[in-house]
């Protein structure tokens, strides 16, 4: 089984690598993040860099530095922590791996990619006329980062996390619908 979701803070990813160890038979995690692209970054370059976070239609995802990444490198066997001022405990720098991950394993259990904001809607309405279900903006990121992974090869059974309620974004998808008639009429 493969397992999609759309990652912004990685604590549905996180739970997912757990569930995994315990047992549950999944062949790969797919995270799928939008344009905040800190974590394919990393995984593919083995350099993490943290930019401002970016605005997108995926606002929960909106995450550059998500928290759970220092749990997700101490669980392969890395080390990141964030350095303290000691007289005021403030943060003086953050992101600061000191040992890093075996990234060789994590990318046989990852695979990560960051989806644009255009694709977002792109998919939500090939989604929805397609197959007449509505996507709210965090399943498209999972939606098209598990069909990014497969190639268009739909032939393992594969898992879609929906972590919003579509109906949390009524104008947003209201807009979209709208936009995709007034094309279809020209």
């Given at each position: 089984?493969?397992?999609?979701?759309?990652?912004?803070?990685?604590?549905?990813?996180?739970?997912?690598?757990?569930?995994?160890?315990?047992?549950?038979?999944?062949?790969?995690?797919?995270?799928?993040?939008?344009?905040?692209?800190?974590?394919?970054?990393?995984?593919?370059?083995?350099?993490?860099?943290?930019?401002?976070?970016?605005?997108t239609p995926s606002s929960a995802m909106d995450v550059s530095h998500p928290s759970n990444l220092a749990r997700l490198i101490e669980f392969y066997g890395g080390y990141m922590f964030d350095e303290k001022d000691p007289q005021t405990n403030n943060i003086i720098k953050q992101e600061i791996i000191d040992k890093m991950p075996n990234l060789e394993t994590m990318k046989k259990d990852i695979y990560s990619i960051g989806i644009t904001n255009p694709k977002h809607y792109e998919t939500m309405k090939k989604v929805f006329y397609k197959y007449n279900i509505i996507l709210d903006s965090h399943g498209?990121?999972?939606?098209?980062?598990?069909?990014?992974?497969?190639?268009?090869?739909?032939?393992?059974?594969?898992?879609?996390?929906?972590?919003?309620?579509?109906?949390?974004?009524?104008?947003?998808l209201k807009k979209q619908l709208e936009s995709h008639q007034k094309s279809l009429i020209g």
């Open positions: 089984m493969i397992s999609s979701i759309p990652s912004g803070n990685f604590g549905d990813m996180m739970g997912t690598i757990l569930t995994k160890e315990m047992g549950l038979p999944i062949k790969k995690i797919i995270c799928g993040v939008n344009e905040n692209t800190e974590f394919p970054h990393f995984i593919n370059t083995e350099k993490y860099v943290v930019s401002q976070s970016k605005n498209a990121v999972g939606w098209d980062a598990l069909e990014y992974y497969l190639e268009n090869k739909h032939n393992q059974l594969s898992i879609i996390y929906e972590t919003q309620n579509p109906e949390n974004f009524q104008t947003l």
